[in-house]
């Protein structure tokens, strides 16, 4: 008995050390007689009664209830219930509100500033469609952020995406966010102390195929707004735009030797290291490129034929963003210079030459040479070779890996290093362990087929002596 009672408290105490109550307002500096909405969401937390303290300085207009849930791959992984209010301002001034419930429960307190009403000829809209604007050319290899977000500042009843954009003469790379249903993720956020919530309906990397002309058509969608009364109006219409953006060649003048059609702002960090392995010194260039840059393009690093080095390059990361209309990308390697021979070694500069869009003319980044001054900032330090071999053999996660060079290994003796960069003997001994596989089975089968030989003729034996 006592110990259930005690699995008991220990349930209780665990159920409420993850209840939580929420309250929050669509607007924290009305205006008196403003309608505002007021939710109390109860968050792993049997609803129950409860007391809004504060609640005493609104006239309550409505209220209802509702239940929500947010999926992670067809799973529910949380579970709400709300109140929703529609409240009205009896007086000027600061209004503390706090939700509390019987069971001892205390949400958040929320402070809301109430003041005079002004009379505004210019009404701000509380429906809108948000577009990314475009300010200027752009040039041929350039990534080309597009999103459309729908703004509400109001109560909805329902919206419907009736057309999605269209894009002529541009590779797509859609990367709206969605839910475990598809449905858009709903995103609330405060601006200038008012509630709005955000919808993105379609974002996407766009890549021009050509130079010239090209024609953007954007979505449209139909939303319903509700009354005082719970009413449906009738819907509004977004959208519908079409403009023209132009896209302009790379300059011919100046394009610098080994250009591989890297366009935009490249930023980068790098650090060198140097491991002595059996006696054998190898060079390790870690290198981290990012910006509002096409880095896809950039499929090699190092141009240089220097017989005295093998090569090996790797990429470890590459990512791309879109946030707040601004394209940006990520891209990190991990670079090995092995000497065939022995002796003193240097390691000249490496550039990586790029079309900056803004500036409108060709530049390069560069890497200094081993031992010279290196860009180190927010870039580690640490090498972990016991990693190596995950980073140069198992890039099954990057989206688009460097193409990596042949290494000629004939000249170097059988280090770690050269074990870790050699597939061939990675893929001989899987062989190896097949052909070891099949043996086994094979032998089992003939052991099997041996041994019901064996009870059979056993059998026919015991027969024949008990007759």
């Known amino acids: ?108 307190s929320i402070v809301l500033q109430v003041a005079e009403k002004i009379e505004n000829s210019l009404k701000e809209p509380k429906l809108f469609l948000e577009t990314t604007h475009y300010k200027r050319d752009y040039y041929y290899g350039e990534k080309i952020p597009f999103v459309e977000k729908v703004i509400i500042k109001t109560s909805v009843s329902n919206y419907n995406y009736i057309s999605t954009p269209v894009f002529n003469g541009f590779t797509i790379k859609n990367i709206t966010p969605r839910d475990g ?85 490249l930023k980068g960090n790098y650090h060198w290291a140097k491991e002595n392995i059996d006696g054998r010194e190898t060079f390790i260039l870690n290198l981290k490129l990012y910006g509002s840059v096409n880095l896809d393009k950039l499929e090699k690093i190092v141009f240089s034929e220097d017989e005295k080095f093998d090569v090996k390059e790797t990429t470890t990361i590459f990512e791309e963003h879109v946030l707040d209309h601004v394209y940006s990308a990520e891209r990190n390697y991990v670079i090995i210079f092995i000497p065939k021979k022995a002796g003193e070694i240097i390691l000249p500069k490496i550039k990586i030459p790029f079309f900056n869009p803004i500036e409108q003319k060709y530049d390069e980044f560069v890497i200094s040479g081993f031992g010279e001054k290196e860009n180190e900032k927010n870039y580690s330090r640490e090498i972990n070779k016991d990693n190596l071999k995950v980073i140069f053999t198992e890039n099954t996660n990057i989206n688009n890996p460097a193409k ?64």
């Open 1 to 108: 008995m006592k110990k259930i009672i005690n699995i008991l408290v220990f349930l209780a105490i665990y159920s409420l050390s993850f209840s939580e109550i929420k309250i929050f307002v669509d607007d924290y500096n009305p205006t008196i007689k403003q309608n505002i909405i007021l939710t109390v969401e109860f968050l792993n937390e049997p609803k129950s009664e409860y007391e809004i303290e504060g609640i005493d300085n609104f006239e309550v207009i409505s209220r209802g209830s509702r239940s929500n849930y947010n999926t992670l791959n067809n799973k529910r992984i949380k579970y709400s219930k709300s109140d929703i209010y529609i409240l009205s301002p009896k007086k000027v001034g600061k209004i503390s509100l706090i939700a509390k419930t019987k069971n001892k429960t205390i949400s958040n």
């Open 181 to 265: 249903r598809g449905f858009a993720i709903p995103k609330r956020v405060t601006v200038n102390g008012k509630e709005q919530i955000e919808l993105v309906l379609f974002r996407s990397i766009l890549e021009p195929e050509s130079f010239g002309k090209k024609t953007i058509k954007t979505g449209g969608i139909s939303i319903a707004e509700l009354t005082k009364e719970d009413e449906e109006k009738n819907p509004v219409y977004l959208g519908f735009e079409e403009f023209n953006l132009n896209i302009l060649p790379l300059p011919e003048e100046n394009k610098p030797e080994n250009f591989q059609g890297v366009v935009g702002e």
């Open 404 to 467: 990596n060079e042949n290494i000629n290994n004939g000249n170097l003796q059988q280090t770690k290093i050269i074990n870790i960069i050699s597939e061939e003997k990675n893929q001989n001994v899987k062989i190896f362990i097949i052909y070891f596989l099949i043996a086994v089975v094979f032998l089992e089968g003939i052991y099997i087929i041996k041994l019901k030989k064996y009870i059979k003729k056993n059998r026919k034996e015991e027969h024949g002596t008990n007759k």
